[in-house]
């Protein structure tokens, strides 16, 4: 007994496949063949748009779903961070309320796997009864070389409580440059070895600035928190170029956000040793948009052959969690890339990235990639009207 589609394209992951093709699967999802659409048989379900398999969301925080609508828009990174710091704090029942919702529009919008930063526990009780895939990426932060060992002590509490109660794949994962000190990073370096963990990279010019020159907005903000960074030396580097290094035991990393990240930045990449770490550039485009007001250097990425996957980033910084949503605002950002990349980057890149790739990200024989209709399209462009929802 099989289920079979077909729409006005199919999408594999890969390439987008002509008219009078047909998917089959098992009633499960399982995918068996795609086939003319002569030789599939009856009962064949026809659906009016683009059927692709489900998307991947490579970066989220569903633990301040709770923050929808609570942090202004347009305010630069420094204070935004401020403001989520300052508005911590809601109510359990709150917070397990939004981590749900959160959780059910993504399914909704045909979202089937999540790499998601995780501070606390909150989110497990949800993630143990839902029905995404997930990698749990548990942050680390602390600017301070002397608290450094205190600080990772306290993430691996969160991770050892993630590994005890879920079945989902975890890692630690520091949060970003400007908040990790370098002994706190060399401790990572140790501790992820042959792992896959995250950062936030180049968010903003003064993440920049204070590697280059010590120097800029984030001295505001470790003067309003009170923390001392006297003991902070200038790298008089970028900080991609000042982190990276600092990594060499085979890791894979999700570089989120990379809004300020320069061609001499790549470059510096390219001939950084792979076999010491190797990069996923993850695009967050409104997110930026919500925060910066600013778009990632699409077309640079793409002309130097960067791996590229799509997130939605939070609810703190988002006005929804939505993978197509992202994909319009980059379509409209770099109108000549062609939907079939973006596409890539929402399937079987974002699988790629993280390593789910044997089942999910693609229709290819015994994965069960589940899948997605995308409607009200012009051609092979989405529109403001294009939805996304899950078929199965």
Not at 177 to 183: A, E, F
Not at 296 to 323: E, F, H
Not at 335 to 356: C, H, S
Request: with cysteine; hydrophobic share 40%; glycine share 6%.
């Amino acid at each position: 007994m099989y289920r079979k589609f077909t729409a006005h394209n199919i999408f594999n992951g890969y390439d987008l496949f002509p008219p009078q093709r047909v998917l089959i699967t098992t009633p499960e999802g399982v995918v068996r063949d795609i086939v003319d659409k002569a030789d599939a048989g009856d009962d064949i379900e026809f659906f009016d748009g683009l059927l692709i398999p489900g998307f991947i969301n490579a970066h989220c925080h569903t633990e301040l779903s709770y923050l929808k609508g609570a942090v202004a828009a347009n305010t630069g990174l420094v204070k935004f961070v401020q403001q989520v710091m300052k508005s911590r704090g809601a109510l359990d029942e709150l917070k397990l309320e939004a981590i749900q919702q959160a959780e059910m529009e993504m399914y909704e919008g045909g979202i089937v796997a999540v790499g998601d930063i995780c501070n606390t526990t909150d989110s497990i009780a949800v993630k143990q009864k839902g029905s995404l895939y997930w990698h749990n990426f548990i942050e680390v932060s602390g600017f301070v070389d002397a608290a450094a060992t205190a600080r990772l002590d306290s993430a691996k509490q969160v991770y050892n409580e993630f590994r005890a109660r879920l079945p989902q794949a975890v890692s630690l994962s520091p949060h970003a440059p400007y908040s990790v000190s370098k002994t706190l990073f060399n401790q990572l370096n140790t501790v992820t070895a042959n792992q896959l963990i995250s950062i936030h990279n180049q968010e903003c010019i003064a993440e920049n600035d204070l590697y280059q020159n010590k120097k800029g907005d984030f001295l505001n903000l470790y003067n309003n928190f009170g923390i001392n960074i006297s003991g902070f030396q200038p790298t008089r580097k970028t900080s991609l170029q000042s982190w990276l290094p600092l990594f060499n035991n085979h890791q894979s990393i999700l570089s989120v956000h990379n809004t300020f990240t320069s061609l001499a930045d790549i470059d510096f990449y390219k001939a950084y040793d792979e076999e010491k770490a190797s990069l996923y550039f993850c695009l967050c485009v409104n997110a930026n948009q919500y925060i910066e007001q600013q778009l990632p250097p699409i077309d640079m990425l793409r002309k130097n052959n960067c791996n590229l996957v799509i997130g939605t980033d939070s609810y703190a910084s988002n006005w929804q969690l939505s993978i197509l949503e992202e994909m319009k605002t980059i379509q409209q950002g770099a109108a000549d890339v062609p939907l079939t990349e973006i596409l890539q980057w929402a399937t079987i890149n974002g699988a790629q990235a993280l390593k789910m790739d044997d089942e999910l990200g693609s229709f290819e024989k015994n994965k069960k990639p589940g899948i997605v209709l995308i409607d009200h399209m012009s051609g092979l462009k989405l529109t403001s009207a294009s939805t996304a929802k899950r078929i199965l």
